[in-house]
């Protein structure tokens, strides 16, 4: 019985596919590895291709499965890759280096590939400063950085990957696309609910079609 239920549970995990993209070097996988992993790691080699994450969540008593991938920064390890970060995404997290102006001026490019993907206007897409523990080395204003979110319609985020202070600020990137996704997939399964409704409706008055056509 007890196996039936888990069965059943991991049968109905929905599953949502957030891609980490940005510069080398920036701790996307350093994010992704303290959002998964919970600490950060003591020493990170440049993504090649793509590593795979994936944390269990529960939202509104709802068990979800966040898959976070952790895409590469070097043009060199992800050419033959970017078809796959884009196909079926559910959010995208663009991640800039607070202590690299290059970092930031860059992200231009990450939102042209991505668009130029065709990531449909609805998936979430939020904006992280990372490395904000190196205070006095910062080049990226916050105001410059919320201008650009606020105008590609983004949340801002600044943290840190490896302040264990920030964690929770971390986790809150992940968990506040996850909420978004839960409350927008919600409202279009309603939606399709709704519209089957309607197509039971036409098939069950067939008489009434010939009166008047609309199911409504
Ligand atoms: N001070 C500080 N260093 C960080 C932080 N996050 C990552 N780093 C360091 O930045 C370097 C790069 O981190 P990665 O997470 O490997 O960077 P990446 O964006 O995944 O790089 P690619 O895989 O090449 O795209 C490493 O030396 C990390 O230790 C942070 O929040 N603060
Ligand atoms: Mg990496």
Redesign the pocket.
């Known amino acids: 019985m007890e196996l039936e239920a888990s069965l059943e549970q991991s049968v109905q995990t929905r599953i949502f596919k957030i891609i980490v993209i940005?510069?080398?070097?920036?701790?996307?996988?350093?994010?992704?590895?303290r959002f998964c992993g919970g600490a950060?790691?003591a020493?990170?080699?440049?993504?090649?291709g793509v590593d795979f994450r994936e944390k269990a969540v529960e939202i509104e008593g709802e068990h979800i499965k966040v898959q976070v991938w952790?895409?590469?920064?070097?043009e060199r390890?992800r050419k033959s890759m970017v078809e796959h970060y884009y196909r079926n995404v559910h959010a995208v997290v663009f991640?800039y280096?607070v202590?690299k102006m290059a970092s930031f001026l860059n992200l231009k490019t990450w939102i042209e590939e991505c668009n130029g993907h065709a990531v449909p206007a609805l998936v979430p897409k939020v904006l992280v400063g990372?490395?904000?523990?190196?205070q006095d080395q910062i080049q990226v204003p916050s105001s410059v950085a919320l201008k650009f979110a606020d105008a590609h319609n983004m949340l801002l985020f600044e943290?840190?990957?490896?302040?264990p202070k920030?964690s929770q600020n971390v986790e809150s990137i992940f968990m506040c696309l996850a909420c978004r996704l839960k409350a927008q997939k919600s409202l279009l399964y309603r939606d399709m609910e709704r519209q089957q409704g309607k197509a039971q409706k036409t098939q069950l008055l067939p008489e009434a079609s010939g009166k008047n056509s609309c199911p409504c």
């Open positions: 940005g510069d080398s070097n920036v701790g996307k996988t350093c994010l992704t590895v950060f790691p020493s990170t080699e440049a993504t090649i952790d895409t590469a920064g070097q390890f991640v280096d202590t990372n490395k904000c523990d190196l943290t840190s990957a490896k302040d920030e």
